[in-house]
């Protein structure tokens, strides 16, 4: 049986379904370029799943939240809060989607804040 070259992510971790499901709604309703595991705080290894920096905005994909996953166990969803407390006091926008939130009406609705640059944060 002939062996299959192996494909190997260089990433910090290898894509979830979430997020390539995230990522091609993205893509497909015309987002701006995001950053993929960006790593925001200057002395933590925290990285945020997704990151446009124009509008200092980063973007969680949250999985396993119907399974008893890390994001809702009490150590997980502890360093969760530690975490997007320390990017709001940064100076990011902290955006968390779930399974429910992968859609094309509330994807296109992010894309329309952030795609705006300049014009994010006008009402």
């Known amino acids: 049986m002939p062996t299959r070259p192996r494909m190997v992510?260089?990433?910090?971790?290898?894509?979830?379904?979430?997020?390539?499901?995230?990522?091609?709604?993205?893509?497909?309703?015309?987002?701006?370029?995001?950053?993929?595991?960006?790593r925001f705080h200057p002395t933590r290894r925290w990285r945020a799943d997704f990151a446009h920096q124009p509008s200092r905005t980063l973007i969680e994909i949250e999985g396993g939240i119907y399974v008893n996953g890390r994001h809702n166990r009490g150590a997980g969803f502890a360093a969760d809060l530690e975490k997007y407390l320390e990017a709001a006091l940064a100076g990011w926008r902290v955006v968390r989607l779930g399974p429910n939130?992968?859609?094309?009406?509330?994807?296109?609705?992010?894309?329309?804040?952030?795609?705006?640059?300049?014009?994010?944060?006008r009402a």
């Open 9 to 38: 992510f260089r990433g910090a971790k290898p894509p979830s379904r979430l997020e390539n499901r995230f990522e091609t709604l993205w893509r497909a309703l015309g987002g701006p370029e995001l950053e993929r595991e960006f």
């Open 101 to 121: 939130e992968l859609t094309a009406e509330s994807v296109g609705r992010l894309v329309a804040l952030v795609g705006g640059g300049s014009e994010v944060g």
